[in-house]
Nanobody, 123 residues
Framework: VQLQASGGGLVQAGGSLRLSCAAS????????MGWFRQAPGKEREFVAA????????NYADSVKGRFTISRDNAANAGYLQMNSLKPVDAAVYYC?????????????????WGQGTQVTVSS
């Protein structure tokens, strides 16, 4: 299984970006999906997670009300809509997926990781 994250870029504070995560390979084993981010000098942190059905989601407190995670199982894709971006949101964003229906915020529980996409937010 390969995950390809895309959609990052440079945006002004208050702006929006939509990240995509495309899965390829033996995708029938993928279930829970999530997004994490890592800023320079900081540890990787949880951003959002979504269950296989899409019926359950969870967000880091820092992004609640601004970010929305979604998925399209038919397309083997996941998305992260990011609105009202702040300079503190700048980081490399990673998508992750795993074999469990619901994985949530524990990185070690994900089986596959994308390569990351850079998000830069100017003030």
């Amino acid at each position: 299984v390969q995950l390809q994250a895309s959609g990052g870029g440079l945006v002004q504070a208050g702006g929006s970006l939509r990240l995509s995560c495309a899965a390829s390979g033996r995708t029938f084993g993928l279930r829970g999906m999530g997004w994490f981010r890592q800023a320079p000098g900081k540890e990787r942190e949880f951003v959002a997670a979504i269950s296989w059905s899409g019926g359950s989601t969870n967000y880091a407190d820092s992004v609640k009300g601004r970010f929305t995670i979604s998925r399209d199982n038919a397309a083997n894709a996941g998305y992260l809509q990011m609105n009202s971006l702040k300079p503190v949101d700048a980081a490399v964003y990673y998508c992750a997926a795993g074999k469990r229906l619901w994985i949530d915020r524990i990185p070690d529980e994900y089986d596959y990781w994308g390569q990351g996409t850079q998000v830069t937010v100017s003030s």
